[in-house]
């Protein structure tokens, strides 16, 4: 059992003031004045339980046999018998004292941390599954649960916080698990979740929202970023979605792995084809190129197991291992996902630099009579207003849908190439987005029956 001298406890807290005795042992931390036991320390917090009021629950847990009570810095001493601690910060005071009172496991351990808008649960077990191909233990901790080893995964029903989430990490530590996978969600780290922990690498799966306004955007994805500021090391990886607008412009520091399927990458495929249950492609990385069939449905998955994969190279694992644990993978636990097609989507990808071959292109798939085609136009910025007027023409022939987006290089403003490119798509339903792995996902939502996406680039 753990035990700590509460002075060396509150080393690099957040403490205000302390009433009352420092050289006690402290057996144990609780945040429930029920969960209090004899000798533990006992955190407050105004936003636990809206049933009990703050006397009532320091009294319990006094009573349950706490010596030692933190509350804030406002709040009053109401037993002179037992030591108090104000704090003037709840959060940050609870993710340090987490992390003396376990050891500071995340020093201990390569802790790999994956955030984002979507994705971050099953890229962890993706990384879990090529783990377990080469035969390296590892622990996973979501936002509700968690596993150890080999053991069965567990959900929590409280939700992970700071002194779980180092209890576990702890556990892991002395069964000598090398490998940890957190899942850091927006919340966790706006409540300071993660403030004391070390991580080794952090993938970005995507930081696109759903506010609507550039500025809760950009709000978003500033918090998302100080993730970076946990790394170890500067040249520690981060895997970085360079379709998505905000991770993209993360690319750029020193130690980052691109994925992608619309831009450049160190991680991306070719040949994508996306069936009901399923997607096959090949997967083309700095070790090589192999063909894979991955048995979960939907192209959002293909981009995750691009991120498990990007990360897995990037921390020297062999490449044989990566891809049996792609293939191997079929989904979390108590997951089941349905995908509407009844046929399968072909995504091609084609430069706009020769126009011949996209028309050629256009026609031989309109023949071939197997779907419906959704353009993705990417404008860049050339300025070669009959190049997107001849585009415009080509696309418009075939009807359909044709989503338009801007190179993220691009700086030009480009609604003069972009108007004489939709002046020719008569019949062809037109959509705007700023985010290619956006208007990807809902170029799929085109096509329930089946059909070619493609994927038209300067």
Request: proline share 2%; glycine share 8%; charged share 25%.
């Amino acid at each position: 059992m753990n035990q700590m001298i509460l002075r060396e406890l509150l080393a690099s807290t957040p403490v205000f003031e302390i009433v009352g005795r420092r050289r006690i042992d402290i057996k144990g931390i609780a945040l429930r004045p029920e969960d209090a036991k004899e000798g533990y320390l006992y955190i407050y917090s105004d936003s636990d339980d809206d049933t009990m009021s703050y006397e009532q629950a320091t009294e319990q847990a006094i009573a349950n046999g706490a010596i030692a009570i933190v509350i804030g810095r406002d709040h009053k001493i109401t037993d002179s018998s037992v030591t108090f601690v104000r704090t003037y910060h709840y959060r940050r005071f609870l993710s340090a004292v987490s992390r003396n009172f376990y050891h500071n496991p995340s020093q201990n351990m390569s802790l790999v941390g994956i955030t984002g808008s979507h994705g971050k649960t099953t890229v962890g077990w993706m990384i879990k599954s090529i783990l377990d191909v080469a035969g390296i233990q590892g622990v996973m901790l979501g936002a509700d649960y968690y596993q150890v080893g080999h053991d069965s995964w567990h959900a929590y029903p409280g939700g992970m916080n700071p002194l779980n989430m180092n209890e576990f990490l702890h556990k892991a530590v002395k069964e000598k698990v090398h490998w940890g996978i957190i899942e850091c969600n927006y919340t966790g780290i706006v409540e300071d979740q993660f403030s004391h922990v070390w991580f080794n690498s952090i993938i970005y799966t995507d930081l696109y929202t759903y506010f609507q306004n550039q500025k809760a955007d950009h709000h978003y994805f500033e918090m998302r970023k100080t993730l970076i500021d946990h790394l170890k090391t500067t040249k520690s990886p981060v895997i970085v979605n360079v379709d998505d607008f905000y991770a993209f412009q993360l690319q750029q520091r020193t130690g980052s792995v691109g994925y992608g399927i619309f831009n450049e990458a160190d991680v991306t495929v070719r040949e994508l084809e996306l069936f009901e249950d399923s997607s096959q492609f090949i997967l083309v990385t700095p070790k090589g190129e192999r063909k894979i069939r991955l048995n979960i449905p939907g192209v959002h998955n293909v981009y995750n197991a691009l991120a498990a994969v990007a990360w897995s190279l990037a921390e020297g694992l062999d490449f044989d291992d990566v891809v049996k644990g792609i293939e191997d993978f079929k989904d979390m636990p108590g997951r089941e996902e349905r995908i509407t097609l009844t046929d399968s989507v072909i995504v091609k990808d084609i430069l706009d630099t020769d126009l011949e071959h996209i028309e050629d292109v256009f026609s031989r798939l309109k023949d071939a009579k197997k779907g419906d085609i959704v353009t993705i136009l990417c404008m860049d910025d050339s300025k070669d207003i009959g190049k997107y007027k001849k585009l415009g023409r080509i696309i418009g022939q075939y009807k359909g849908h044709c989503i338009m987006i801007h190179d993220y290089y691009c700086n030009s403003n480009m609604d003069e190439a972009e108007a004489a490119a939709a002046r020719k798509m008569e019949g062809v339903t037109l959509h705007n987005e700023n985010d290619y792995y956006k208007a990807i996902q809902k170029a799929v939502t085109f096509l329930p029956q089946g059909g070619y996406i493609l994927l038209v680039r300067g």
